[in-house]
C-alpha cells in the first residue's frame, strides 16, 4: 500500500472501540446479517444519504485526526460531514468489523482537471472481495460519487439514480469515470496496489 495511506489507520479494528450501533443509527440502517453483496449495498447507499462530503475543517486551517476513534466522533458523535479519508476510513472499520474482506486504496483525483500532470494520490477508495468478485467502494468522494458500490470490472456501464458509472483500463491501473447531463468526465483513477 503506498505510504500516503498507511498514515490513515492505526490499529486493526479489533483494538479500536468502533460502536457500530451508533454508526447504524446515524446512516439509519438495521443491523446487518450477513456480510454480503446486498448488505454492502444498502450500507454503502445509507451511508452516502446521511454523511455528506465536508471538508469545513481542512478550509478553516484545522487538523484533522485520522485515527478511527476520532473519525467516529466526528461523523457519528458531532453528526458532522467528512472527507475522502475520513469516510472512507470510517466505512471501511464498519465492514471489517461485519466480516468482509476490505482492502484501502489510494486514486488520483481526475476531476475538473485540464492539465496533463499525473495527481498526487489523495484519495483514499476501498476494494471489497465478495464471492462475487472485488467491488469498488467509495462513501467520501462528494460530487458525483458512488451511490453504491460497482464491480471492479473494466468496460461496464453502470446506471445509479441517473447518474452512469464505468471503469476503464488506464496504464497498469484503473480510471472511474462519470455520465453526467453534460457527457462522460474522469473522477479519478487508482491501482489496486
Known amino acids: 500500500m503506498p505510504s ?28 446487518p446479517t450477513a456480510p454480503d453483496l446486498e448488505t454492502l449495498r444498502s450500507l454503502h447507499s445509507a ?3 446521511a454523511i455528506v462530503f465536508e471538508n469545513l475543517d481542512i478550509q478553516r486551517g484545522l487538523g484533522i485526526e485520522l485515527d478511527i476513534e476520532r473519525v ?3 461523523l457519528v458523535g458531532e453528526r458532522r460531514g467528512g472527507y475522502c479519508f475520513e469516510q472512507n476510513s470510517l466505512f471501511s472499520a464498519v ?7 476490505v482492502t ?18 489523495s484519495h483514499m477508495i476501498i476494494r471489497v472481495d465478495l464471492p462475487e ?17 460497482i464491480a471492479l470490472v473494466p468496460d461496464v456501464m453502470v446506471e445509479q ?16 469515470r462519470g455520465r453526467h447531463p453534460e457527457g462522460w468526465s474522469d473522477l479519478y483513477q487508482f491501482t489496486l496496489e
Open 133 to 149: 468478485g472485488p467491488y469498488l467502494a467509495d462513501v467520501g468522494f462528494g460530487a458525483g460519487q458512488l451511490i453504491e458500490p
Open 161 to 176: 439514480h441517473g447518474w452512469g458509472y464505468m471503469l476503464v483500463c488506464e496504464g497498469q491501473g484503473l480510471l472511474l
Open 95 to 101: 465492514l471489517e468489523r461485519l466480516g468482509y474482506s
Open 104 to 121: 484501502r486504496l489510494c486514486g488520483r483525483v481526475r476531476m475538473g482537471r485540464s492539465t496533463p500532470e499525473v495527481p498526487a494520490r
Open 4 to 31: 500516503t495511506c498507511k498514515v490513515i489507520w492505526r490499529g486493526s479494528v479489533g483494538r479500536v472501540s468502533l460502536d457500530l450501533a451508533a454508526y447504524l443509527e446515524r446512516i439509519d440502517h438495521p443491523e
Open 72 to 74: 467516529q466522533a466526528k
Open 47 to 49: 451511508h452516502t444519504a
